[in-house]
């Protein structure tokens, strides 16, 4: 690894957070609720909170937005209602004096147009997205706040879950059910997004701290297989994140210093009497700080910063524009002692360089074209370059090139996708996606055997890649939802493709039990550096992997639910999945597969004949914060394998067979009394 984090020693600070400067007991809530589909205002709709005496309740006006005022903090429960429409239970509503409680919130139609209701499952027990039904969940920013060493990353968070497993504590990969971390696919606000993460190695989905900060995030889904039609490019799993908007009445102000470093954020009405909203975070490095101020910090010194925005513009009464992006910068530095006496190893006599930039931003515009549409089309420009540099003092102090890697991708991307509601029953979501891809990689290292430097990747230019789905769900009744999809996906560098069905059902076999099944087959474009790949022959330089295929896999997950109670829940779900087309290294005697490749580019030729599976069973008991205690069991039982043309199946570097996580906590709230 290129870098070694000393975030540890931050554990000496004591820990601090002020999110807001009112000493008031009480707070509002407030928000819209709107057609789940159609993302229509639903007015009339009535919100109530749970087990208050007398219960308080209020309904939403004609723009479907509600409001309820001093109420007195603490956590809540909130019922939903709307005539013709499923309730919706939402728990553990956290109320501070710090900041209002904005709630957006997402009503399904009731097939069946019953006059009494029967009360839905909580919003925790399901996605955002409402047409997963296999292998997801969402998360809420209050997890990746809560959770033990989730310190507000979304990465780190889901390592608590089953068929997860972190694979390095010096950073936030995981792995999916034994995949490769690299099978990650990261989505904002309906589009692919690069890699959010700090200190990111090349070809990896993860690095070493969030660039996203929980100020800005709302509750979000993530995936762990078999995923609907609409998600592409990706092997193992899904984080398809959310962004929270900004308050549009009044101006508020959050600081917060902590493990992690200085966070800032202010939102508030873009104008009075306007319902639009800004929202901006940034962040600055702990240990940076802590560096300028002088402190000893150990051989490398670690800097990062970051901001986040969204902006949210109404246009008119059924349409909007929102602005959104994220920027991080970070670098390390390790400089080698210029007296031999200090050496100790061969590691001392190196210095490094290392960067990571990434950052992206994106204009969205939504509009309900009428009661059974909704259109959402948004442009995204995205891009990192990531530098790493090392060098060797020789025996006179001089310095030694040993490598200089560069590498620097940038995408534009246009996106379009309409929501229909075809009946109560029925509703299609299809889309496209057009990406240009520009790229410009340069990998450069020292080969002892030859004594100089050789390069393994050197090109500059662009390609383009299309995705295209569609997918139907369907209520047969109220207790049978099917979906089904197509996925589309091609890289036009080497016109490799995949047309990928996808197919899932929800059967409830009462109010409290589900059975569900999901398939899919999936598709994964190489890491970019991988196609450019150079290898000399006869004196001439080709690009000896250049035309590899598209990974592929079969998913299938058989998954059952149980509410023990209303804030007790069971999971139990089996899944296999098969993978073939992998890019190994050609010969009988190779060992090389791309699921093992962990950090930056495979550079040497490979071929699409690998073949690996994963298998296993999973059990989640999860129970929702009640009387201010809260606890998550995770167990997997797995095995992760490859074969190569050696044809033996080999174990996977991610193949632990076994995973038992147990997160919980009890949380004690401090009362303030009036003087």
Known sequence: MKYLFTFYVTLLLAFFSFPGFSQELSQTIRGKVVDQISQLA??????????????VGEITDEYGEFRMKNVPIGNYTLRVSFVG????????????SGKEVVLQI??????????????????????????????????????????????????RMAASFSGVVSTDDGNNNISIRGNSPNGLLWRMEGIDIPNPNHFVNPGTSGGGVSILSSQLLSNSDFLTGAFTAEYGNALSGVFDLNLRKGNNENQEFTIQAGFLGLDLAAEGPIA??????????????????????GLPLGDFVTNFQDLSINIFLPTRKNSSITLFGFGGLSNQKSNAEQDSLTWESEGD????????????????????????????????????????KGSRLDNEYLDENRYDDHLSNSKITLSSVLNSKLSARSSLRSGVYLN???????????????????????????????????????????????????HYLQLLLNNSNSLEPRFSLAYELDEKQRLSFGYGLHSQVQPLGTYFAEKEIEGEIILANKNLDLSKSHHFVLGYDRSLNPLLR??????????????????????????????????????????????????????????????LLSTSLYNSQYKTQENV???????GNLNITITGGKEFPLQKTEP
Do not use: C
Not at 443 to 470: M, P, R, V
Not at 649 to 655: D, E, H, I, K, S
């Open 349 to 388: 006599r190196y210095s490094s360089k290392f960067l990571s930039n990434t950052g992206a931003a994106g204009i969205k515009y939504s509009q309900t074209l009428n009661p059974s549409n909704f259109l959402q089309t948004t442009l995204l420009v995205s891009g990192n370059t990531l530098g790493d």
């Open 436 to 486: 240009q891809l520009f790229y410009n990689i340069h990998l450069n290292n020292y080969d002892e055997e030859q004594g100089q430097i050789i390069t393994h990747a050197n090109s500059k230019g662009n390609t383009q890649s299309i995705q295209a789905f569609s997918q139907w769900n369907y209520k047969a009744n109220e207790r049978l939802t099917f979906n089904v999809g197509l």
């Open 85 to 96: 429409y499923k309730d919706l239970i939402l728990p553990n509503i956290q109320v501070n």
């Open 106 to 155: 997402s009503l399904e139609e009731d097939i069946t147009q019953i006059q009494e209701f029967v009360v839905n499952a909580s919003d925790k027990d399901r996605t955002i997205n409402d047409m997963v039904v296999v292998s997801g969940r969402t998360f809420s920013v209050e997890e990746t706040r809560k959770f033990a060493a989730a310190v507000n990353d979304p990465a």
């Open 272 to 293: 009075a009497g306007y319902r639009g909203s800004y929202l901006i975070n940034y962040r600055y490095s702990t240990l940076s700080l802590l560096s300028k101020l």
């Open 42 to 55: 639903m007015p009339g709709a009535t919100i109530m909170i749970l087990n208050t005496d007398p219960l």
């Open 570 to 631: 069971m999971k139990i779900e089996a899944y296999y999945q098969h993978l073939f087309q992998i890019p190994i290294k050609e010969g009988m005697n190779e060992t090389y597969s791309i699921i093992n490749q962990q950090w930056s580019f495979a550079t040497d030729p490979l071929i699409n004949e690998g073949l690996g599976k994963n298998y296993g069973v999973e059990l989640t008991l999860e129970q929702f914060t009640h009387n201010n205690l809260y606890f």
């Open 649 to 655: 199946w080999r174990n996977t570097r991610y193949n």
